[in-house]
Structure formats: C-alpha cells, structure tokens
C-alpha cells in the first residue's frame, strides 16, 4: 500500500516518548519524522507502477518531455572522443552517433575510418547502451569519402612491385571494409537517421545498418563509377539484400543516378519518410527508445540471428537458432517479461540486468 502522509498527527504527537524532552528537541524530532515519511512517500512514488494512475504531483516525465530534455541538453558518451564522429547519450540505454565534419559535407576522412571501427567495437561492449541511433551533423548526412585527405593511400600505395602494392591495397580495402561491418557486427540494433546527401559511403553506411529512416529531402547515390572505381565497402554486397531488386541496383550501381527520398521508401531501402530531419530524429529516437525497453537478451539474441539467417540457408538458420536459445531460453528476462505482461504492466516498468 502507499505510505500516507499525515502532517496533523505529526505535529499533535508532543507527548509520550516525547514529553520528556525539551520543546526544541520535540520540534526537531517531529521534523525528522515528517522527513523520514516524506521519504517513505517518495520512494514509493518513484519506484511504483505507472498503471496505477495516482494523481500525485511528482510524476516522472512523459516520453515526449523526455524527448525534448535528452534534445536540449545531450550529455558527451564517456570514453568517446574523436574527430570525425560526436557521441552523446541521447536518453537512457540510447546513443546518438553523429557524423560530424559539416564544414566537410562530412566527408569520410582517415580519422573517420579508424574511428567508426573504435567507436562501434566500445559500443558493442557497453552494457548500458542498447539501441544507437546514426546522422549527419549539418546540412547533409554524407559526401561520401574525402578524395583530397584519402588519395596518399589510394593513389600511391607503398610497394616495391604490382605484387606487393596489390598485397597493402587488399589490406587496406579489407579495414576500410571493416568500417561498416563493425555495425552489423555491434549486438545493438542501429538506426540510420538519413537527411540531404547520402552519396557513395554513406549508401555502404546505411546498408549495414539494421533499420533506415530518412527526411524528404534525402537522397542516395552509389557514385563510385563516376570516379573510376567500384564500390569496394559493401553497397554492391548489402545492397541487392536490403532492397530485393537486382536491376534496380544494378541500375543505380551502373549510372550513378541519384535515387530520391521516395523511391527509396518505395523501394524498400528506407522504412520510414519523414517531412524534415527534426521530425525524422524524433521518430528515430522514440523507436530506438522503444526498442530499449525490452529484454537486451531478446533484442540482441534476434539481431544475430537474423544476420546469421540472412547469410545462410533455412536449415542452418533453425540450427543456429536452436543451439543459441538452449542458453538463452534460461534467463531471467522472460520470467519478468511474462509476469510484467500477466499483471498487465507495461513493460517500460520492468528492470532489465545489463547486457
């Protein structure tokens, strides 16, 4: 039951175990009652079922007031400083990755490449992060990769012959490919926030993540052809899988073409259209936001298996499934997901361990 609070009985309680003491002493210890029930009161109020409905003063924030303090005052990550990218927690058990070089169109420099590998592989270790959602700083989410920072390594590669510059380019395309494979690898599913450009990397970006939403003035191209070369970092592998259409990626790997924001709804590569990028962050918050609140056992456990899946056959994908839920069916999570569901709680309310 909730801890009632009666102010009269308090202050009508001099006498008794009181009655010995100074009229000082009796204030005081009144006082540190009332303190004490105050806390009892509080206590309970913060820790109590939503569902209940009391109509107390101290309520905690809606979903959409938290939205609006974890916009106006994001807090730095810990342990997450870099130069091409700015981490914050956007709200509880969610992190906010922005490409950040707008002066740049934030254009994929060196530091982007090493640091998207660091950032993701911390990601994937931390027990309070469980949803990420990924944007563009600026006007646009990417030019793509930075031709003039990156064209020392790839135009005049170190090598005494073809034998051993072939040798050091494969090892640089396979850490550049590394990059976005670093997302799909992290256990926690990832949003791509899309807006304005979307160009050459950034398509090997977003298809390596596990859900995309954009803005209507977004748009996609796989420009690679258009300076000689082809796409090397995933487009041409991620693509024909996220959207199911092997002409139209063909087409647009062959033109270079941009391909608008509704197409890309239309097509499947985005799930979501958005009118601009406010509207567009704030859905992509509140999914990432609902997406926390179940068990990370389940959340995690699914978003390897559908990789997993996609990758193999029928067959295989059940086996695998059957030999991860042999663990995974014991934990405590499902007990508390079932309960939460019998006493008709929402289960935002259920505390989950960290994962």
């Not at 009508?12 to 175990?17: D, H, I, S, V, W």
């Not at 950034?202 to 993540?209: E, F, K, P, S, Y």
Request: charged content about 20%; glycine content about 6%; aromatic content about 6%.
């Amino acid at each position: 039951m909730m801890p009632s609070l009666n102010m009269a009985v308090f202050c009508a309680r001099p006498l008794g175990f009181l009655s010995g003491f100074s009229s000082n002493s009796v204030a005081m210890a009144a006082a540190m009652a009332v303190s004490h029930r105050l806390r009892d009161l509080l206590t309970w109020r913060l820790t109590a079922p939503t569902h209940l409905g009391l109509n107390l003063c101290l309520r905690p924030m809606g979903s959409s007031a938290q939205n609006e303090a974890s916009k106006a005052a994001p807090s730095e990550a810990p342990d997450h400083n870099y130069e091409s990218l700015r981490v914050t927690a956007a709200q509880r058990h969610v992190l906010h990755v922005q490409l950040n070089r707008p002066e740049k169109r934030n254009a994929m420099n060196k530091a982007f490449w090493r640091e998207m590998v660091e950032c993701f592989n911390k990601i994937a270790q931390d027990p309070d992060c469980r949803a990420v959602v990924i944007s563009g700083a600026g006007k646009m989410f990417t030019a793509g990769i930075d031709l003039m920072d990156m064209a020392s390594d790839l135009l005049q590669p170190p090598g005494d012959d073809v034998a051993r510059i072939s040798w050091h380019l494969r090892g640089l395309i396979a850490r550049y490919q590394e990059t976005f494979t670093v997302i799909e690898k992290c256990p926690k599913p990832v949003i791509a926030a899309i807006h304005g450009g979307c160009i050459g990397g950034g398509v090997d970006l977003i298809t390596a993540c596990d859900i995309r939403y954009c803005a209507q003035d977004a748009f996609f191209q796989v420009k690679e052809v258009d300076v000689g070369l082809a796409a090397d970092v995933g487009t041409l592998q991620r693509l024909p899988r996220v959207i199911g259409n092997q002409s139209l990626v063909n087409e647009l790997a062959f033109t270079a073409r941009k391909m608008m924001a509704d197409e890309a709804l239309g097509s499947g590569l985005v799930s979501r259209m958005f009118p601009d990028k406010e509207a567009m962050l704030d859905a992509a918050f509140t999914l990432a936001a609902e997406i926390s609140t179940k068990s990370p056992v389940a959340i995690q456990g699914t978003k390897v298996n559908l990789l997993y899946s996609r990758d193999h056959s029928v067959a295989d994908g059940l086996n695998y499934m059957a030999s991860w839920n042999m663990g995974m069916l014991q934990t405590q999570d499902i007990v508390k997901s079932v309960q939460a569901t019998m006493e008709k709680k929402e289960l935002k309310s259920v505390t989950f361990s960290k994962l």
